[in-house]
């Protein structure tokens, strides 16, 4: 993914209430269809401030829309071996858990 403009504390500012994906686990997605379930982890944002740490959350949806849905993509891109990974906000996601 190109890196975009914003920093990430610019992005996480612009958030009311959601959560920062830093986890994902297991395997749950089907790359014909772009469904995809996935245990996850990371960070609750409230009022546009990291608040806590969360834990044993699912994500789900199809990958169409994820993508339809990136609304913001942050400046800071770590290449990884050949991928490279800047923070990015997806507007609308389904995320169970307590």
Known sequence: MTPGDASPEAIIEGVARSL?????LGHGDNLTTGDFSRGAGGIWIGGGEVAYPKAEINV???LQD?????DAVGDDAILVGAIAAPTFRVANMVVGGS
């Open 60 to 62: 789900a949806g199809r």
């Open 66 to 70: 994820l993508l339809r849905e990136i």
């Open 20 to 24: 920062y994906l830093t986890d994902l």
